[in-house]
């Protein structure tokens, strides 16, 4: 028989499950916990300055590196602040544990002092809802709680009375374990029979990849290279299909591309790998489908499929691969050559010269100084349209808030993205809204000593609601906001910023920040012009 406090058995766990650090405050429904936390070395304490910026953080952790991410909170206010990064990883279907303080569990339904009824407010989020009633339970509850956010692919929330983890649990063998496997999905061969056949047909075919090609990338250009098909990327698929492939249209929707706009109109087959993109207006007509995805229920969510094929999307791909005939290149390389001219219109949108700085000039500049493996945490807005277009990746890695699309997730997934790969070069691109909803937490990278460029992109405007107020034949109102001197914040903080006026400062600046062992921000201030105009 052995004795321990039940916070000490949490410790443990998390080790086995591969955790190494956990976002959060300390407040006083956790303070138990982390006093455990105290006394460990291997699992880092990342306190933040808002539990939203927390729970952002854990989920770019999670769509980075695969594995969970974790943050925490006190009861009542820092709960409530987890929702939007628990929601953003529920959207994104990737795996983030939250463990939520509660109040006294001989308090818990008197409405006592920050007292909210969790279990409630959490139901829509998570894929795993629990409050722990006794510290026996705690052990095995955190095992089921991480083994669902794997196998779910989502949000779990643990809910725990601060007491229960400074109670002792006795036992004489574990009953759970942190063992979790992961399933590979065979495809049936009457629909892979079925795939080939209706490739076989096409003259047209076209493949929107999304974010589940990763790990499928060379499987994936093979088979397009064979059936001579144009590839159209999802936005958070950008980069795992090196944006320089010759066959690699762009993305397709309002931050799309010309040529992946029409190709997609004039297809004669749809194939959807790994991705159930959801616009319908940018998908063809009336066009025969293929889906492949590891998920069964998002087979035809979005579109009227033809076929569906639940498995690992490489070797459904390699099957296709070896069981087609190669295809003449006519619609490939009238698209080949469309997508040549679209590039060439941006470049030369990018190396003209104007009197005021543009985006696409940053991103120009952006361009010169990103290394190969560079991680890129984009926010939501108008710079997503920019970057979209304009900044090409070929390895490098994409962290976006995609089906959320919340503001402000840009610094959160640079956070993540420095903890998770010390080594490499992380760059935030993001505008002056979305970096002011949650820019305290810069703090938190120069506290950790976190180096990374942060690119502000300051035209003192919410611009893409401008754009969409305007499009419904409104007036523009309230979408400009008053402007913050980011640069001089920076250095209020204790990292370093620079103000760009124009291409040269912008490009000293970036030089500078890429050379420099402290997070440093940018603020670029750029002409007020739209990217859908």
Known sequence: MFENKAGSYVID?????GVDHIYGMPGDSINE?????RKEDAIRFIQIRHEETGALAASAYSKLTGKIGVCMSIAGPGAVHLQNGLYDAQKDKTPVLAIVGQVSSTSVGTDTFQELKLESMFEDVAVYNRRVQTAEQLPDMLNQAIR??????????????????????KRDVPLTSSAYAIPKIRAAEEDLQEGARLIQAAKKPVILAGKGARGAEAELLAFAEKIKAPIIASLPAKGIIPDDHPQNLGQLGQLGTQPSEEAMKEADLLVLAGTAFPYRDYLPDNAPA???????????????????IVGDLGS????????????EADFLGTYMQKREAWRADLQQDMNKETPVLQPQHVLAEVQQIMEKD?????????????????????????????????????????IAAKLAYPERQVIGLIGDGGFSMGMQDFVTAVKYNLPMTLVVFNNQKIQLIEHEQEQKGNPATNVEIANIDFAAFAAACGGIGYTAKNRAEVKEALAK?????KPVVIDAYVEDISPLE
């Open 290 to 308: 293929i889906q492949i995805d590891i998920e069964p229920r998002v087979i035809g969510k979005y579109y009227p499929v033809t076929v569906g």
């Open 33 to 37: 916990f982390m006093e455990e936390l």
């Open 316 to 327: 459904v791909i390699s099957w296709f691969t070896a069981h087609v005939d190669e295809k």
């Open 148 to 169: 669902t956010a794997y196998a779910e692919k989502g949000p779990a929330v643990l809910i725990v009375s601060d007491d229960l983890f400074a109670e002792k649990v």
């Open 513 to 517: 920040a890429k050379k420099s062992n």
């Open 374 to 414: 560079a991680v890129i945490s984009l926010d939501v807005g108008s710079v997503t349209i920019w970057t979209a277009r304009y900044l090409q990746l070929s390895g490098q890695s994409l962290v976006v808030s995609a089906w959320l699309a919340t503001m402000g997730c840009s610094l959160p997934g640079a």
């Open 13 to 17: 766990l998390l080790k086995e499950w």
